[in-house]
């Protein structure tokens, strides 16, 4: 009896190692979850710092959770895919297509919950720091745009690669983008203040992906492009507003 009892708490460590073992295997090999788990601590230390309450703790951790469960069972189903079939089958294809829409619509929820979440607490923070920029005049837009931009110029110059808005480090088209979504964000009033700032954000990393997707640019140079264009805009806001 007391053997029986040895070898089957011995065979529920087993299963747990395996389970973490398994845990280890995805964030290793693959780099959404690695994305996925990112995301998941900036949204846990936010969640400490503005002090969410216990009920939205816990349709965050639900949030996070599920998408995690949902890229896992993806990973797993493109594996045995994979395992079973070496040649191309059109049924394959559409169950793992239907695997990875089940991690998109986890990933969407995700969003929702977060937005939902911290709308209200990052829309009042914000809105202290951006009061005494709100009433800069227009021409600060341009002009941060037009520095931007010559930043950009002077930095390919300076590297010697890619042409003003095309190649190169950094991304002007990055650059300008983020730039935008900057400056809507300063100028924006209170009433819309977090949405227009998130739409315009979410067009900024749009822009971003179609250069990284379109083989124009590395993720490092849009990176480098989005920050510059940022830091550039809010600094002309900070010094001239």
Request: charged residues 15%; aromatic residues 6%.
């Amino acid at each position: 009896m007391e053997r029986l009892t040895h070898r089957r708490a011995r065979t529920l460590i087993e299963s747990f190692n395996f389970a973490v073992e398994g845990i280890i295997h995805v964030l290793r090999t693959q780099r959404n979850m690695r994305i996925h788990l990112l995301a998941a601590v900036i949204v846990l230390i936010a969640a400490i710092a503005t002090g969410v309450t216990k009920l939205e703790l816990i349709a965050l951790l639900l949030a996070i959770a599920f998408v995690f469960i949902a890229e896992m069972i993806n990973s797993a189903l493109e594996q045995a895919i994979d395992v079973s079939t070496t040649s191309f089958d059109p049924l394959a294809k559409l169950a793992k297509d239907t695997a990875a829409g089940a991690v998109l619509i986890a990933t969407l929820n995700a969003i929702a919950v977060g937005y939902l979440v911290f709308s209200g607490e990052v829309a009042e923070r914000s809105s202290r720091l951006l009061d005494r920029l709100r009433d800069a005049p227009a021409q600060l837009t341009l002009i941060a745009l037009v520095v931007t931009v010559i930043l950009v110029i002077a930095a390919k110059a300076y590297t010697g690669r890619g042409r003003p808005l095309s190649g190169g480090l950094p991304s002007g088209h990055a650059a300008v983008a983020f730039a935008g979504w900057m400056a809507a964000t300063l100028i924006i009033g209170d009433s819309h203040l977090f949405l227009i700032s998130t739409l315009t954000f979410i067009m900024a990393l749009l822009v971003a992906q179609t250069r990284v997707e379109s083989g124009i640019h590395s993720a490092l140079e849009v990176t480098y492009g989005g920050v510059l264009g940022a830091l550039v805009t809010l600094a002309v806001f900070q010094l001239f507003a």
